[in-house]
């Protein structure tokens, strides 16, 4: 409790919940849900009790109680002892005109031990606060970089929710659709925000396989190699293997990456050929390196010519140690001297 032993700021209390500082505000405004106490009659800081009716608030909202309902409900718990505040149980609330999320400690969401702040962004995605998931994302990146934040909130967050979805009857789907937009929007913000790319190094071809819908992975791969300076060419989803070929042979990539979220959509021979790919002049033929990535590669190794990253991280370094070998005129060295480098 020392951490609040003088109260903490809205925007802390905000990062925590996964609301924005103007609902904080407005909530405060309209329903008289804010601090008890003001440091110089200005600062709003917040105390353990003051959060347990923020929290009240936050999880009736989200389960479809209007907020000046739940506002009522979540104050007649505020004269609770200290020691019962951390879990206050609903007293007066209405069951919920419908069906809907509740907001338990990610939204309802299966994130299981995972950070606070994906936390947070499951219950602002629950709640459909767009609002709340761009300034968290947008904080989240800035504090904790982009690697760390796609693989340990951003990612948890989708997939809590991917696997809401498919339990739930087809509730959810707003969600899912609502966080991958703002979550697909922070990455490119992170790719227009880059630094001067290398010139004169080949480009990375970011690409799905055909009938892969899946991009979001691939946008975080292309937002890390912005950071890095290093040139992307992204195509997306469901990429056809004669427009992927040609996208080959006519840009000379240091690397080709492949991306398959199941093992029904992997394909090994587009892979393959991929792989064995050939440019340039007769007597200096030039190979790209293929990196599998996505959990639809598991299995045998990859063959000679392809990698098999196990995360974000792992890819960057990879790619950035494919695109020195193409700068020092190494290209399609393949799976010898740039994964030594890498590793």
Same mark, same amino acid.
């Given at each position: 409790m020392t951490e609040y032993a003088h109260g903490i700021t809205s925007g802390a209390v905000a990062?925590?919940?996964?609301?924005?500082?103007?609902?904080?505000?407005?909530?405060?405004?309209?329903?008289g849900i804010g601090p008890a106490a003001r440091e110089d009659g200005r600062h709003r800081r917040w105390t353990p009790a003051d959060i347990a009716v923020l929290e009240e608030m936050?999880?009736?909202?989200?389960?479809g109680v209007p907020p000046a309902e739940a506002a009522r409900t979540a104050r007649s718990g505020a004269a609770a002892p200290l020691a019962e505040v951390p879990a206050p149980a609903p007293?007066?609330?209405?069951p919920p005109p419908s069906p809907a999320p509740r907001a338990g400690a990610g939204g309802g969401?299966?994130?299981g031990r995972a950070r606070q702040e994906c936390r947070g962004l499951g219950r602002a995605a629950v709640r459909l606060d767009a609002a709340a998931m761009d300034e968290m994302l947008g904080s989240l990146i800035e504090e904790y970089g982009l690697v760390t934040a796609w693989e340990e909130v951003m990612a948890p967050a989708l997939h809590a929710v991917g696997r809401k979805w498919e339990t739930s009857d087809d509730r959810y789907v707003e969600v899912? /659709?609502?966080?991958?937009? /703002?979550?697909?929007?922070?990455?490119?913000?992170v790719s227009t925000a880059r630094p001067a790319l290398r010139a004169g190094t080949p480009p990375v071809l970011l690409a799905c396989v055909p009938n892969e819908q899946h991009t979001l992975p691939l946008e975080a791969l292309a937002a890390g190699l912005a950071e890095l300076a290093l040139p992307t060419r992204m195509f997306g989803a469901a990429v056809p293997p004669e427009?992927?070929?040609?996208?080959?042979?006519r840009t000379g990539p240091a690397a080709v990456v492949l991306w398959a979220q199941a093992r029904s959509t992997a394909n090994p021979p587009l892979a393959? /050929?991929?792989?064995?790919?050939?440019?340039?002049?007769?007597g200096a033929r030039t190979r790209t390196t293929v990196l599998l990535a996505g959990p639809g590669w598991a299995g045998p190794a990859p063959a000679p010519g392809m990698l098999r990253p196990?995360?974000?991280?792992?890819?960057?370094?990879?790619?950035r140690a494919l695109c020195d070998a193409a700068d020092t005129g190494v290209a399609g060295a393949g799976a010898t001297g740039p994964v030594a480098t890498a590793r």
């Open positions: 990062r925590r919940l996964g609301v924005a500082p103007t609902t904080l505000r407005s909530w405060d405004r309209r329903y936050c999880r009736l909202t989200a389960s007293r007066t609330a209405p969401l299966p994130l899912e /659709h609502l966080l991958s937009w /703002h979550v697909s929007s922070a990455l490119r913000r427009a992927l070929d040609q996208a080959v042979r393959r /050929h991929v792989a064995d790919t050939s440019w340039g002049v007769k196990g995360g974000l991280r792992e890819a960057l370094a990879l790619l």
